[in-house]
């Protein structure tokens, strides 16, 4: 793809984009085992979008997810890398992706991963 040919663009009044720590515990689960939990997620909120969890690395069973060949750009984050969750003979196609460089207006994601919530059993948000 032609590099020059994705342009940036900062959050603004038409396309907001808000990034805040999430003061509950998030948990993600795939085929009843729990593969992300933390209480450092950050929630993204972006224009009319719902809401993102994106959860730090450290708190994610990365040994579950693999590369995939998918990749995407946004205007506003950059380019996204993908995962499949992959175990006992079961995957989850893309469910993950991360901004592994992203924008500088949107750094705090970067070593973050977030999960596509129809393609995982559940993301919870919890009290303790």
Not at 12 to 35: C, F, M, S, Y
Request: aromatic share 10%.
């Amino acid at each position: 793809m032609n590099m020059q040919a994705k342009a940036m663009k900062l959050p603004g009044p038409d396309h907001p984009i808000a990034i805040e720590p999430n003061p509950l515990r998030v948990r993600v689960t795939w085929n009843g085992k729990v593969i992300a939990d933390t209480t450092r997620a950050l929630t993204l909120r972006e224009a009319a979008y719902a809401p993102v969890q994106y959860i730090p690395r450290a708190d994610v069973k990365m040994a579950l997810l693999k590369h995939s060949n998918h990749s995407s750009h946004c205007p506003y984050k950059g380019d996204a890398s993908y995962y499949n969750i992959e175990q006992d003979n079961q995957r989850a196609e893309n469910a993950v992706w991360s901004y592994e460089a992203p924008y500088d207006a949107m750094a705090s994601i970067k070593g973050y991963v977030a999960f596509y919530p129809n393609r995982v059993s559940s993301i919870e948000e919890l009290t303790a």
